[in-house]
């Protein structure tokens, strides 16, 4: 079983629907930045490195699609950012052959209207 833990504490956001809004995000070869702002105007920019797997979806059909627990842990997540451990996309993702299985990490982001899915070796948040 899958087990998520929240990373909010450094986007402060809680785990709210309008507590974060996705401004942009962007991909660069193996780089992917994502733009979030918090409803009290403070941006941040999260930088997924050695991303492998980034999948995003419009939030409420990925809630009409996740409930039924098909790919994604939907019913463990706790906040709007964080990284889930033992996840079924995890344990079905197959990396290239020059890539270590065990560098890789899923990466969560719930914003007002978005939810991501990252595979990635790293993630760093700036405030910008």
Same mark, same amino acid.
């Given at each position: 079983?899958?087990? &998520?833990?929240? *990373? ?32 009290? #105007? ?10 492998? &797997? ?18 994604? #842990? ?10 889930? &451990? ?19 990490? *899923? ?6 209207? #978005? ?14």
């Amino acid at each position: 079983m899958a087990r &998520f833990v929240a *990373h909010d504490e450094y986007l402060q956001a809680g785990f709210a629907r309008d507590s974060l809004f996705l401004v942009e995000a962007k991909r660069r070869g193996s780089r992917l930045e994502i733009i979030v702002e918090r409803n009290d #105007d403070t941006k941040f920019c999260l930088i997924f490195k050695g991303m492998l &797997f980034s999948c995003c979806a419009e939030l409420d059909s990925f809630e009409r699609t996740a409930g039924n627990d098909y790919l994604f #842990d939907w019913n463990c997540i706790t906040g709007n950012f964080g990284e889930l &451990f033992d996840s079924r996309l995890m344990s079905s993702f197959l990396p290239r052959s020059d890539v270590d299985p065990e560098s890789c990490h *899923h990466y969560f982001l719930a914003t007002y209207d #978005d939810i991501f899915n990252i595979i990635a070796e790293s993630v760093s948040i700036e405030a910008i």
